[in-house]
């Protein structure tokens, strides 16, 4: 009977031991796991996104001789045309305080005017240092922008004394200039949140290519296409 009891022992405490290595071997499968959700972003859409939100739209205007010239008008115009598609509120235009630019702001507000903005505009001055300065235009206006400034390299990635770069993953600045060209090269800053609404279906070509499946014939356009070899060109 002791035995016994002394076998039944041994078992259990092999038993315990079993698993407490196999409890042992989950917690070290697990380690990678966790590891692996500690990682940064793998792309540059997620490392540095692309946000759609109100910012300052600027301009600054140098009159020349005490006035504004074509090319200040053409900037004055494409300005408010930005406002009209992307922008609310009020437009502030600033001349710096004491530059004598009388007569420059008298032909900013005809400029306005004739851009079609009228009753939206705040017209005063910013302090100087007497030395004169730029026009200042300014509104809010809806913008696409990356958040974070590109150029951060907070590892070196060239550098073999560490095992940093052995992990061929991105480095932080991975994508960021392409992210911030893109978000300044769209037209619509809404674009990038989700595409547009359909326009509505053509009918009468609709009922055309019905038509044309009831006789048997084949619904689709038949486009002409004439073509012309290049030695006859330019002949």
């Not at 989950?26 to 946000?51: F, G, Y």
């Not at 070196?156 to 090269?185: H, K, V």
């Not at 326009?199 to 012309?228: F, I, Q, Y």
Request: aromatic letters at 6%.
């Amino acid at each position: 009977m002791k035995k016994t009891i002394a076998l039944n022992a041994k078992f259990a405490a092999a038993l315990a031991l079993a698993a407490s290595a196999a409890l042992s071997g989950c917690v070290l499968d697990r380690e990678p796991m966790a590891m692996a959700t500690s990682v940064a972003p793998q792309d540059a859409e997620s490392a540095h996104p692309i946000i759609v939100s109100e910012q300052r739209a600027a301009l600054d205007i140098y009159p020349a001789a005490g006035h504004i010239d074509s090319r200040d008008s053409g900037n004055i115009k494409e300005f408010v045309q930005g406002y009209h598609s992307f922008g609310g509120g009020r437009m502030i235009v600033a001349a710096p305080a004491g530059a004598g630019y009388g007569r420059a702001m008298a032909e900013v507000r005809k400029e306005l005017a004739a851009a079609g903005l009228r009753g939206v505009i705040a017209m005063g001055t910013y302090p100087s240092t007497g030395e004169g300065g730029p026009i200042k235009f300014m509104y809010r206006r809806l913008t696409a922008h990356v958040p974070g400034p590109c150029g951060r390299w907070p590892t070196d990635i060239a550098s073999a004394s560490s095992t940093e770069g052995w992990n061929n993953a991105p480095y932080p600045n991975f994508g960021c200039a392409y992210q911030n060209a893109l978000a300044q090269e769209v037209a619509d800053p809404r674009d990038l949140a989700g595409p547009r609404a359909m326009d509505p279906a053509d009918g009468a070509m609709r009922m055309r290519a019905v038509h044309n499946v009831e006789l048997g014939t084949d619904p689709s356009t038949a486009w002409s296409v004439k073509l012309t070899t290049i030695g006859s060109v330019g002949g």
